[in-house]
C-alpha cells in the first residue's frame, strides 16, 4: 500500500507565495510520475503540474511561468513552488502518483488534499 501525506497550504495575500510537499510512503517498488492536481468549488479536478521519472515537466496554462515543479533527492517527494498567486488559485490540492508496489500491483494514488486559499 503507497500513501501520500500533503503539506504547505494555507492563507495567502494575492502575489504572495506557497510551497506544497508531498511525501510518499509504503510499500513503493518504484515511483513513475507526481504531481499536483486542484479542484475547487463547482469546477472538475484540473492539473496543475507534474513531472515524470525522466524530470521532465508539464503544467496547465494558466500556472507557466508562476509555479515550479520539483522532486526531492528521494524521488518519493515532490514540491510545488507557487509564486504570484491569484486569487483564482484558491483550491484544495492533491498531490498524485503512479507507482509500482512491491506485491507487483501498478497504483494510481492520491493525498487527502490541501487547501490554498488566495485573497484579494
Known amino acids: 500500500q503507497v500513501q501520500l501525506a500533503e503539506s504547505g497550504g494555507g492563507s495567502v495575500q494575492a502575489g504572495g507565495s506557497l510551497r506544497l510537499s508531498c511525501a510518499a510512503s509504503g510499500s513503493i517498488l518504484n515511483i513513475d510520475r507526481m504531481g499536483w492536481y486542484r479542484q475547487s468549488p463547482g469546477k472538475q479536478r484540473e492539473l496543475v503540474a507534474r513531472i515524470l521519472t525522466g524530470g521532465s515537466t508539464n503544467y496547465a496554462d494558466s500556472v507557466k511561468g508562476r509555479f515550479t515543479i520539483s522532486r526531492g533527492n528521494a524521488k518519493n517527494t515532490v514540491y510545488l513552488q507557487m509564486n504570484s498567486l491569484k486569487p483564482e488559485d484558491t483550491a484544495v490540492y492533491y498531490c498524485?502518483?503512479?507507482?509500482?508496489?512491491?506485491?507487483?500491483?501498478?497504483?494510481?494514488?492520491w493525498g487527502q488534499g490541501t487547501l490554498v486559499t488566495v485573497s484579494p
Open positions: 498524485n502518483t503512479y507507482a509500482l508496489s512491491y506485491s507487483g500491483s501498478n497504483l494510481e494514488v
